[in-house]
């Protein structure tokens, strides 16, 4: 998990997905682990509940990528935070087909009448905000397609605020690049990074509002200087298109 270089993953399946950035890095040292957060409702649940209840089209072409991403990184018998896990379609999977612990969280409240009549089982799933902080420390930070995280990346990029334009004009900055100066993850994400274990992996997809970063020629550097703040180190960036 030491490599800084940008590796292909093995085969093409997540291409299946549109506009999907894959994003996984290594977090270098260890820090203290999150208090408890409270008002959270704590489900115990079978990990396919919520994905049987409404089956995902793509279903098989998320199990052919969780089980590459876990044969990659070795993501096995690990403690795994998911932050807005919806319908857990890619945790369930983590979970079986890697023998993982997984918390989940979601402030979804239409989420809670179906994890109510959930068999008791092994996956945690937690109706709450992602924004509290949790007991305990992990393995792997999870998160896909996160609501806060890709609105503001999306702000950034498209429609950015009056400082972000003021300050790339006096550095003449293209005012459509990316401001090298704004981390790309939400805060919210890199306080959870906080509780994650020595060689910890942070593992963020991007689909809703993907931003291209080959066209943001300034987005890989303030993603490493991001994770740079937080002792993290950037493993490895996919970008795909269908
Ligand atoms: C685009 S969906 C992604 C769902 C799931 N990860 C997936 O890929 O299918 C965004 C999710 O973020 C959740 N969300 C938004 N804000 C949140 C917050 N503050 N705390 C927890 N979850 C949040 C939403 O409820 C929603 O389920």
Redesign the pocket.
Same mark, same amino acid.
């Given at each position: 998990m030491g490599a800084r270089t940008l590796l292909p993953l093995p085969s093409g399946n997540l291409a299946a997905i549109p506009a999907m950035l894959l994003i996984a890095m290594s977090r270098a040292t260890m820090t203290s682990a999150g208090v408890c957060g409270n008002n959270m409702a704590t489900y115990y649940v079978q990990p396919d509940w919520l994905a049987q209840r409404a089956i995902h089209p793509k279903d098989e072409t998320i199990r052919v990528a969780i089980e590459q991403l876990i044969e990659r990184y070795d993501i096995k018998n690990r403690n795994i935070l *998911? $932050?807005?896990?919806?319908?857990a379609?890619?945790e369930r999977h983590l979970v079986e087909l890697g023998k993982n612990r997984m918390t989940a969280?979601?402030?979804?409240k239409d989420i809670e009448p179906i994890l109510r009549k959930a068999p008791t089982g092994e996956m945690i799933y937690i109706i709450?905000?992602?924004?509290k902080k949790l007991p305990g420390s992990f393995d792997v930070l999870y998160v896909? *397609? $996160?609501?806060?995280d890709?609105v503001r990346r999306h702000q950034i990029a498209s429609n950015p605020s009056w400082l972000d334009r003021k300050a790339k004009h006096g550095f003449g900055i293209d005012p459509d690049q990316w401001p090298i100066w704004r981390g790309p993850f939400h805060r919210?994400i890199m306080r959870h990074v906080r509780a994650l274990n020595r060689g910890g992996l942070l593992i963020v997809?991007s689909?809703?509002y993907s931003l291209d970063p080959h066209f943001h020629k300034h987005y890989l550097s303030a993603l490493r200087l991001q994770l740079r703040l937080h002792r993290m180190v950037l493993l490895e960036i996919h970008s795909f298109v269908q």
């Open positions: *998911s $932050l807005g896990s919806g319908f379609y890619e969280i979601d402030n979804n709450g905000d992602a924004r896909s *397609s $996160l609501l806060p890709e919210i997809q689909y809703a």
